[in-house]
């Protein structure tokens, strides 16, 4: 889970689905994320990874020592093309955004997309540890998501 930083690229992704659980629109997902990095004024070299809760769960454990499946996982690589720059990996679980979706009425495809900014902003910097940062993180999530026509209903929690 690691790639190289080193070529000063505008925007470098790479979207990859190890999941069997719902089909994953890639056009759609490039789509979101470049526009995101536009609104950001920022470039990237990207990987997103679409897996389920089994997976998420071990990843969850071995890297942040939380044994349990997570809707989503971002790490950023410190080695940078330059300042302007965002660097790392979103791990998504696919089968998160099912149980969710059963449970909130949120479209799938919504759902998938809000972890996916969700993550985004996580490596541009956003934080969600204290509550006035969080509700500026979800206004922010919001606000990207709607700009695309994805509906949102509920934050992160």
Known sequence: MHMSCDNPIPVKLEIINL?????INK????KLVRNVLKNEKRDAELNIVFIDNKKIRKINRNFLGHNYATDVISFSYGEIPHENAICGEIIV???????????????????IALYVVH???????????????????????????????????????
């Open 119 to 157: 993550g985004l902003l996580h490596l541009l910097g956003y934080d969600d540890k204290q509550k006035g940062e969080a509700k500026k993180m979800h206004q922010r999530e919001k606000e990207l998501l709607l700009q695309q026509g994805y509906r949102i209903f509920l934050p992160l929690s």
């Open 93 to 111: 679980s696919v089968e998160m955004a099912l149980h969710r979706v059963q449970e909130d009425a949120n479209l799938v495809e919504d759902e």
């Open 27 to 30: 056009k759609r997902i490039r």
């Open 19 to 23: 999941q069997k659980l719902y089909p």
